[in-house]
């Protein structure tokens, strides 16, 4: 494949890796960008999103960042959930922010203002709704790809990113041998006013975790506009039956009777919280996982970037930032490569040495994180607290803390030696 001078892409997929892709990439003059989605508009389903140091960086660096506001998260409880005791206790005041730090201190945000701030930096008429892929196929050479989608259209590209989440098309077009797998793990998520729970006694509106020994319930403040203020609930069970046939589900509705059956054990203001949420607002997330996928691109012409290219049982709280560092380092190694007469193949094999690294050495973490969830209820609880990370070997800074524009100049810094 010889260099072009043009390159035309189709992302597959408009959640945050999506879109931040397409943002990187329509800043360079010689790319064209196309984004499919199979939704019939712009949305974002869940609730909540943790914003942390690693995802400012990368906002920052899509020009977005002005555009994302919520709730700070303060350091934050981890409680028995039977009894409401503090299980660690909380650190001692810190001391006072520098600006940086303020302007970069961690929130947890509605999705849709994540989404919307995304979308406000994407170029006007890039986005394609109603366009689910059904397949993709290789021309070969220098032909590109063809994606054809369930409404009967077809399109070709130079370039596929497939930014299609934990079911990708892309992927198990690539890599039909990867399987998922449903990991018994299922939460339930919802929004719901703070004013609302503002009559239970004693219950710490602060950010926090309540475990029980199937699982926990998190509680968090999503806003940064006191006359309108939501939080977020999350219920989450960890022994989850299997339904013969199906691997996951995202985002269904689900009754108030169903959550209410896996929080028995919780402590009675839980229990009273959860009286206020309306019937028919919860949504449910069943996951699921696959193995670590070894190589993240293929046909020398695609590239997988956020939960596609990495299944895990969970993201750390950090999944979209992931998916946003995917799409900047592509666009890098695409810049990278064709202003050196490089070619496609070139830039996405610079972009597997980056990324694929980084995603084994979460693979790895979630694995262990993953094995505190069996045991007695004190020694769940306090293994599962420590797979948080805290300070020392268990630190989880090289995450939290990723500096994705630093990790790109090391890079070409190591090329030049």
Known sequence: MVAR?????????????GLATAIA????????????????????????????????NVLELLG???????ARKQTPFQRNGRTGESIVPRAATPPP???EEVKYESIRARRTRLQAALLAR????????????????????????????????????????????????VRQTLFPDHHLHFTGVTAWRVLVPVAS?????????????????????????VDDEPDRELCEITVRSFHEPEVPGRTATWAIPSTNERVRARCGEYDPRIQAVLDVVPEGDWREFAMAAGPCLPEIQGWDKVALIGDASHPLSGAFGSGAAFAMEDGWILARAIEHTITSNTTI???????????????????????????????????VIKARVASFGGAGADSLD???????????AEYVASEAR
Do not use: C
Not at 27 to 53: C, D, F, N, Q, W
Not at 64 to 70: L, R
Not at 197 to 221: D, Q
């Open 345 to 379: 193949k070139d830039a996405l094999e610079i972009f597997q040495r980056i990324r694929a690294p980084y995603y084994e050495r979460m693979h790895a973490s979630d694995a262990k994180k993953a094995r505190a969830l069996s045991g007695d209820f004190d020694t």
């Open 122 to 169: 994407v170029p006007p008429n890039t986005i394609r709704f109603n366009k689910k892929l059904v397949s993709l196929t290789d021309l070969g050479g220098e032909d590109g790809v063809r994606l054809q989608f369930q409404d009967a259209t077809v399109a070709t590209a130079d370039l596929v990113v497939g930014a299609d989440g934990i079911r990708s098309v």
């Open 97 to 99: 922010l520098s600006p």
């Open 398 to 408: 090289w995450i939290y803390q990723n500096d994705i524009k630093q990790v790109w």
């Open 197 to 221: 729970i503002r009559h239970v006694a004693e219950f710490p509106t602060s950010t926090g975790w309540w475990h029980g020994l199937n699982g926990y319930f998190y509680f968090s403040h």
């Open 64 to 70: 977005a960042a002005d555009g994302v506001k919520g």
């Open 5 to 17: 001078k043009h390159l035309n892409v189709a992302i597959v997929g408009a959640g945050p890796g």
């Open 25 to 56: 990439l329509s800043e360079l003059p010689y790319v064209s960008v196309t984004v499919y989605e199979r939704a019939p508009e712009p949305r974002e389903v869940g609730a909540g999103i943790s914003i942390g140091r690693n995802g400012w």
